[in-house]
């Protein structure tokens, strides 16, 4: 690695030169099986750390982005933001950007969000959404998260996204466990990898959800339960033709179609390749892959 400063800032965050070397390694084909082969290695590792059984998405985009998306695809009646902090507040910018009707529950920078203070705004029957940010990196603020979550058990018909950009690794969140409906992070942070890439994960709630907002989408846009079940059958398929070769060990199945949605909320997919090594290499140490072991015993 060149010499340089190091960095000791929030993010991007100092990268290891083991993960400078994956990136190193020549493009794959995002429909190879190659890719396939790659993401059902480094899925499974991927829904341990969200703590969920759902799908894991990898987005060449900035968080941001999937933060549009999760607004563009979730909010129908109104959205709350709760605003702590320069990151939370750029939330509520987002969903008026995108023409939602948005409301501010704010408290005082370096404060965190009061549960009671949302559970009396949720009452009033307003809101289908509602945003938070786990971790605050403008004040250091980590919110509630658990104690909010129980005041969102008591409205199932809201959903909660949640922004965990500056925690995610380096604080255990079990998604499924605490009901969040989308939950995404970026890459950047304590999964010191390279900045302008992100990862999510979506619930059931919100997929359905997502099928009945009235809101033209076509890059930040949220499979369809009917699509991904067709995808998932297509995939069931394509491993039963594959097995001799294939892992077996994967929770999911990729076929031609949702091997494109690992990816999907991206303009560069061919990206997402490269950062799978990377992500692989540098969280997970996996060493080579077995084709490169059997490309050195050849040379031996």
């Not at 396939?36 to 059984?53: C, D, M, S, V, W």
């Not at 289908?128 to 018909?157: F, R």
């Not at 499924?176 to 992070?185: E, F, H, K, N, R």
Request: aromatic share 8%; with cysteine; proline share 5%.
């Amino acid at each position: 690695m060149h010499p340089h400063d190091k960095l000791f800032i929030p993010g991007p965050v100092e990268v290891s030169e083991k993960t400078w070397a994956a990136f190193s390694r020549p493009l794959i084909g995002h429909r190879s099986e190659d890719f396939r082969n790659l993401y059902r290695e480094i899925h499974p590792k991927l829904q341990t750390l969200f703590g969920t059984k759902q799908p894991v998405f990898l987005s060449t985009s900035s968080a941001w982005g999937v933060m549009e998306a999760s607004i563009r695809n979730l909010v129908d009646r109104g959205v709350l933001c709760c605003m702590c902090g320069a990151f939370s507040d750029k939330w509520f910018d987002v969903a008026k950007r995108c023409g939602k009707s948005a409301e501010p529950l704010q408290v005082e920078w370096g404060k965190h969000i009061d549960p009671k203070d949302l559970d009396r705004q949720l009452a009033t029957g307003k809101f289908d959404t509602v945003t938070l940010t786990h971790s605050e990196t403008s004040t250091g603020v980590m919110n509630p998260l658990p104690e909010i979550c129980c005041v969102l058990a008591k409205y199932p018909d809201v959903a909660l996204i949640v922004d965990t950009v500056s925690s995610f690794s380096g604080v255990k969140i079990e998604m499924d466990a605490l009901g969040i409906d989308v939950m995404l992070t970026g890459a950047q942070k304590a999964l010191a990898l390279p900045p302008g890439f992100s990862l999510f994960s979506v619930s059931e709630k919100a997929f359905e959800r997502a099928d009945k907002v009235a809101e033209s989408r076509i890059l930040f846009r949220f499979p369809g339960v009917q699509e991904r079940a067709g995808a998932m059958d297509d995939a069931e398929h394509a491993e039963h033709r594959t097995r001799s070769r294939a892992p077996s060990s994967s929770s999911m199945k990729f076929s031609r179609k949702a091997s494109k949605r690992v990816t999907l909320v991206t303009h560069a997919r061919m990206r997402s390749c490269t950062i799978g090594c990377a992500a692989r290499d540098s969280i997970f140490c996996r060493g080579r892959v077995p084709h490169e072991d059997a490309h050195l015993r050849e040379k031996q």
